[in-house]
């Protein structure tokens, strides 16, 4: 099937992150599809919509926006009826349905989800956290986290640290490596939940492989060879058990979808409806 190449604009009256996901989001849906990306960030008066308008007219297509302010809509709108191109308001079913649900009108105040808000510096703070205690590094603060991941080589700790980190969880990981003991410090912690991720043997050995590609080092180790990844993988378990750790086995698993079980961990921790 040949491939469909087209112009989008995703049009914000903040940074364009919204749209930016809704769109990723839906795009992913179309294979054969291929977009052609133009973003309008902080787009809040007559002249900056005239610049966009100029710019879906060089390059005519679809128009996404997260505007609130009716003038500058209507601005967009009736630029983009002259030139007979779609415009779709991405918020607007969302915050009728809020609305008419509680009662209020919408504030129509734009970029209101990046106020810097105790949201947002819990955020900063969980972020440089998970940084600062990436791979085992400063052990003795593992008794801060809120959630600790403990897995062998490439079972996506980091990743989903961070992931997690940008909701506002603090989160650490330690590796599990052959013949070195966990410190103390993971063993004795009493507050952060920790969670044994676990991968495919197969699965690792891809990953381990392509990781060593990268850094040019291709000669066969025990890290990539399949009887002693099996057993890298056992014997983590058998961890994980001794413990009673809640293990996740992400062979199949998004880096979200395994973020997503572990908030529910967390939160059926702390006896919150997940």
Not at 92 to 103: K, M, T
Not at 104 to 126: K, N, T, V, W
Not at 161 to 176: D, F
Request: aromatic share 6%; charged share 25%.
């Amino acid at each position: 099937m040949a491939v469909i190449r087209f112009h989008i604009h995703l049009v914000s009256d903040s940074t364009g992150e919204t749209v930016h996901s809704v769109a990723r989001a839906c795009l992913v849906q179309f294979d054969e599809a291929q977009a052609i990306e133009h973003v309008w960030s902080m787009v809040r008066t007559k002249s900056q919509i005239d610049r966009v308008i100029a710019g879906v007219e060089v390059n005519p297509g679809l128009v996404l926006y997260t505007i609130v302010n009716d003038q500058v809509r209507e601005v967009l709108q009736e630029g983009c009826r002259r030139l007979q191109v779609p415009a779709i308001p991405v918020l607007d079913p969302v915050i009728a349905a809020l609305a008419s649900y509680l009662g209020r009108q919408s504030r129509g105040l734009p970029g209101q989800q990046h106020l810097l808000d105790s949201e947002y510096f819990a955020r900063i703070d969980a972020m440089t956290f998970a940084i600062n205690h990436d791979d085992g590094q400063s052990s003795w603060g593992l008794n801060e986290a809120d959630v600790c991941l403990v897995g062998v080589s490439r079972t996506s700790k980091t990743p989903t640290c961070l992931y997690l980190a940008n909701r506002g969880v603090k989160a650490a990981n330690v590796p599990i490596v052959p013949g070195v003991a966990l410190p103390p410090e993971l063993l004795t912690a009493a507050k952060p939940l920790i969670v044994g991720l676990t991968n495919d043997p197969e699965r690792l050995i891809h990953l381990r492989r392509n990781r060593l590609s990268m850094l040019d080092h291709n000669e066969t180790t025990d890290y990539t060879d399949l009887e002693s990844v099996r057993a890298e993988v056992r014997e983590a378990r058998r961890l994980f058990a001794a413990h009673r750790w809640p293990v996740i086995d992400v062979s199949r698993r998004s880096i979200e979808e395994t973020a997503a079980s572990i908030y529910r961990l967390l939160m059926r921790r702390h006896g919150a409806d997940a």
